[in-house]
Nanobody, 123 residues
């Protein structure tokens, strides 16, 4: 069982930066693929970034590639999402997710979810 708690969301102007954190409980955090998804009002939850258990492989959606960076610290059971050059279209609730095995772009493949943290980018 893994419990996830996100933090770091907030209001930022266009072009600004935020860093989201996701603290995980559970002794096997290091074996999980960790990901960030986001959901804007009236839209489906969409993949943003994922990081393999070793941290050596990262995957990004094209919409965030070059602006967002996912990283993890297995010693602290924490995964991060550094978001730079934020745009109004990045406004969404951001969710941390975890799964065993290989990474996936599909939300339905993830077993554990956090409660979400709101990110609002003003124009």
């Amino acid at each position: 069982q893994v419990q996830l708690v996100e933090s770091g969301g907030g209001l930022v102007q266009t072009g600004g930066s935020l860093r989201l954190s996701c603290a995980a409980s559970g002794r096997t955090f290091s074996s999980y693929t960790m990901a960030w998804f986001r959901q804007a009002p009236g839209k489906e939850r969409e993949f943003a970034a994922a990081n393999s258990w070793s941290g050596g492989t990262a995957y990004y959606d094209d919409s965030v590639k070059g602006r967002f960076t996912i990283s993890r610290d297995n010693a602290k059971n924490t995964v991060y999402l550094q978001m730079n050059s934020l745009k109004p279209e990045d406004t969404a609730v951001y969710y941390c997710a975890a799964k065993n095995g290989r990474g996936s772009y599909k939300a339905s493949n993830y077993d554990y979810w956090g409660q979400g943290t709101q990110v609002t980018v003003s124009s």
